[in-house]
């Protein structure tokens, strides 16, 4: 059965687990390789995995599950994920996501002037400060608006596509036409 999957199946993982006290999977299948080195049960180590990829997986030890007087295993892959793999390139970064795009630097000062009153601890400063605030944040609002606006008012199509874009936050991205294979070539190694 064993021989059947891996002739059909020579990508696939196939993982063998079971009580295997007297027989070496090895001597049978010499493709694949054992993964257990902890004892199961007392020093005695009962249970076997193999795999017939060598370096897949990572066993562990897990509590005994119900009534049983053998310890449980998990299987762990032992790849880390390419986005764990992948820096980040901060020249193509613009600003952070929570970043408003209508915050200018009128707001910024009025933001610190509200945070130094705050910590003043003087509440008629800090009630002045988050008024004019909100009056900072309210005018700014309506700069953008009429900034993003004037893209569509003047009847240029390359205004009108920039303005778009702000909205919709677009960012043209380099079409990578080998990423297909690359993401293939990962998932499927197995």
Known sequence: ?????????????????GDFNHVELKA???????????????????DQVYCNIPG???AVAA??????????????PAYKPLICRTT??????????????????TVKLLLKACDSAYRSGDKLAYSIARK?????IKLAKSRYKQRIEEHFENNNPHSMWRGIKTITDYKRSDYNSTL??????????F
């Open 1 to 17: 059965m064993i021989s059947l999957q891996m002739n059909n199946n020579p990508e696939v993982a196939v993982i063998v687990a």
């Open 28 to 46: 049978v299948f010499p493709k694949f390789h054992h993964y257990i080195n902890f004892p199961m049960r007392d020093n005695n180590t009962l």
């Open 56 to 58: 897949a997986y990572k």
């Open 63 to 76: 509590p005994h599950l119900g009534m049983s007087d053998h310890i449980s295993v998990n299987l762990i």
């Open 88 to 105: 980040t390139n901060h020249q193509n970064l613009h600003r952070p996501s929570n970043k408003k795009p209508w915050l200018d630097n």
């Open 132 to 136: 004019e605030l909100k009056k900072g």
């Open 180 to 189: 297909p294979d690359i993401l293939n070539t990962f998932y499927a190694r």
